[in-house]
């Protein structure tokens, strides 16, 4: 590769098995740089990390998982970014793969986990609903749109920073981005293993937020093409009440009416989201000059 790599590895006490992904890292290739970004760990993270070769980057608190990809991503100088989990789920020895394919033109390869890749039936079921909403949204199939193990190249991934939630979701809103700006994605085949220590995720507190990436997943992408078939079902149900009403009263209802006006107000509240979120990216859009040419925004994509 004659592109500079840079590995960004967000750890929240992870003390205990940081090392053994470090070690397998430096094992199996050379990256020009490995940032570690501590989210607020009580437990010696950042300790663990201090190696030659390792850059610790701390946050005070915990900010999120999303908000340390964001901080390892302004702080690397790699041309290509590298993402991957602290708790050993991720296994360094398929990184070369993963930039290979990226060396085949794309600008985002994604880790998708096979079937015997660790995870929870319900966890499981909730990724199958997000890839298929994702392939039906963007028209390209979608094969692990919630997987942290990803390679991009970094002029790209930096567009979307402002994009990015600090919480778990990042992989998600990264994906939907590169689809939505036209980037090439690819997937390649990783085994996700069993994570070592306790997960940072919540069923409950956590499982309300992953509802909320279904939406996400449509406004990020093409809100008209979520919210117009909602839209479909309450008309249809308005005009099959109106027609029961018309023929056993032979008048219009309320109720027809409500059903009416609420189809109407969904498919309303999806074209305007659908232009705000053109206009979202098309702020996005404008990226940064060279930093020797002195100037601030550059020209517009």
């Given at each position: 590769m004659t592109d500079s790599l840079s590995i960004i590895i967000p750890a929240k006490n992870e003390r205990t098995s940081l090392p053994?992904?470090?070690?397998?890292?430096?094992?199996?290739?050379?990256?020009?740089?490995?940032?570690?970004?501590?989210?607020?760990?009580?437990?010696?993270?950042?300790a663990a990390a201090s190696r030659e070769g390792v850059k610790v980057l701390r946050h005070p608190y915990s900010k999120g998982n999303g908000a340390a990809i964001k901080s390892g991503a302004r702080a690397a100088r790699g041309d290509i970014l590298l993402f991957m989990d602290a708790d050993g789920q991720h296994d360094p020895q398929d990184i070369p793969r993963l930039l290979a394919k990226l060396q085949e033109g794309y600008d985002l390869v994604v880790g998708a986990r096979g079937k015997g890749s660790q995870a929870s039936i319900g966890r499981g079921l909730a990724n199958k609903l997000y890839n298929g909403l994702a392939t039906y949204m963007t028209g390209?199939?979608?094969?692990?749109?919630?997987?942290?193990?990803?390679?991009?190249?970094?002029?790209?991934?930096?567009?979307?920073?402002?994009?990015?939630?600090?919480?778990?979701?990042y992989p998600t809103t990264s994906t939907m981005a590169f689809f939505r700006a036209g980037y090439s994605v690819a997937y390649e085949n990783i085994h996700a293993g069993r994570r070592e220590g306790k997960s940072h995720i919540s069923p409950l507190k956590?499982?309300?937020?992953?509802?909320l990436i279904i939406f996400k997943i449509g406004t990020l992408y093409s809100p008209l093409k979520l919210f117009f078939p909602l839209s479909v079902l309450p008309l249809l149900l308005g005009i099959g009440y109106y027609a029961f009403t018309y023929l056993s009263m032979g008048r219009f209802t309320n109720m027809?009416?409500?059903?009416?006006?609420?189809?109407?107000?969904?498919?309303?509240?999806?074209?305007?989201?659908?232009?705000i979120t053109q206009l979202m990216y098309k702020e996005v859009g404008f990226e940064e000059k060279d930093a020797d040419s002195g100037q601030g925004s550059g020209r517009q994509k």
């Open positions: 053994g992904v470090l070690d397998e890292i430096f094992s199996c290739c050379s990256p020009l740089e490995v940032i570690v970004v501590d989210d607020g760990s009580t437990d010696g993270t950042a390209h199939k979608v094969e692990d749109l919630t997987s942290g193990f990803r390679v991009a190249r970094a002029k790209r991934f930096r567009e979307f920073l402002s994009l990015l939630p600090n919480g778990f979701s956590d499982g309300i937020r992953f509802l027809s009416a409500l059903l009416f006006t609420t189809a109407l107000l969904i498919f309303l509240m999806g074209l305007v989201s659908e232009q």
